[in-house]
């Protein structure tokens, strides 16, 4: 038993997936190659050989682990390799641009983008482990939404056609980086089981959701922004963007209430955005 235990973990390391859904997948996957492997002691093989011969006929473990990711998580991973090589080559174009363009690197900026296109590559070629931490994939996606929208302010000092190709990329990564959020925190918390109305809702409930945090984490830019514009540099103009680590931190919370109660989590987002906006507001008018 311990190479087929060997091989249903190498076949799980291929996968994102809950515990308890990872559990139900070992079971299975060990009760299929228990049974094959039964077969051939039937026939007389040795236990040895019998082991043996029910891995091979049930193939490479990357191979059967890969079919399952893609058929319960379909896209998941090519969608972060994606975001992840496109978040690196946006900042070596901007950083090699600035720099034989403009005469003018960025060293610190390219540092940033190249982490984060890293972060998220890295991400999906470990996705056994960091699939299981769903929250803290959708945290590494949603900041890097915010860095590459903070981007935009980047690009209009470049040549007119480089800012509408260089825009124009930017949209299509953060498009699919709200693509990956959704798709992820849909099925990281619907059960197999629910009925297609159920699993609609569930939908609807993470976009709007996400719609709020968007709004939140717009408004938290750029007030910080204007701030540090015509204000300089103090700690008051970080405050708006404490609003942004409050609905990172609310929406954990509410990934788990929107498997359970979609419709209720909607008005839940709601309530909570308009309190933590309203917060900083009041305490800057006090201070």
Request: aromatic content about 12%; some cysteine.
């Amino acid at each position: 038993m311990k190479k087929i235990d060997k091989h249903v973990t190498s076949i799980l390391k291929e996968m994102q997936s809950t515990e308890e859904e990872r559990e139900e997948i070992r079971e299975e996957l060990t009760t299929h190659l228990t049974s094959a492997k039964q077969e051939y002691l039937n026939e007389g093989v040795n236990e040895k050989k019998a082991e043996k011969l029910a891995i091979r006929d049930f193939g490479d473990a990357g191979m059967i682990g890969g079919g399952i990711q893609e058929s319960l998580y379909p896209f998941q991973r090519g969608l972060l390799y994606i975001i992840g090589a496109g978040t690196i080559l946006l900042g070596i174009f901007i950083h090699l641009t600035a720099a034989f363009s403009f005469g003018d690197p960025w060293p610190e900026w390219l540092a940033i983008q190249m982490s984060l296109g890293t972060l998220i590559v890295l991400t999906a070629i470990n996705i056994s482990w960091t699939g299981r931490h769903y929250w803290s994939v959708n945290v590494l996606v949603f900041l890097t939404i915010l860095w590459n929208a903070f981007n935009y302010m980047v690009v209009p000092r470049f040549y007119q056609l480089q800012v509408i190709l260089m825009s124009l990329f930017i949209t299509i990564l953060i498009l699919l980086c709200l693509v990956f959020i959704v798709r992820n925190s849909y099925y990281a918390t619907t059960h197999p089981s629910a009925d297609r109305r159920g699993r609609v809702v569930t939908k609807i409930s993470h976009i709007v959701n996400i719609i709020y945090g968007l709004m939140i984490s717009g408004a938290g830019l750029f007030f910080t922004w204007g701030a540090l514009i015509f204000g300089g540099m103090n700690a008051r103009v970080f405050l708006p963007l404490t609003a942004v680590a409050a609905w990172l931190a609310f929406y954990k919370y509410q990934m788990r209430l929107i498997g359970k109660k979609p419709v209720t989590a909607i008005f839940t987002g709601l309530l909570f955005s308009g309190l933590i906006v309203t917060v900083p507001v009041t305490i800057l008018k006090w201070i």
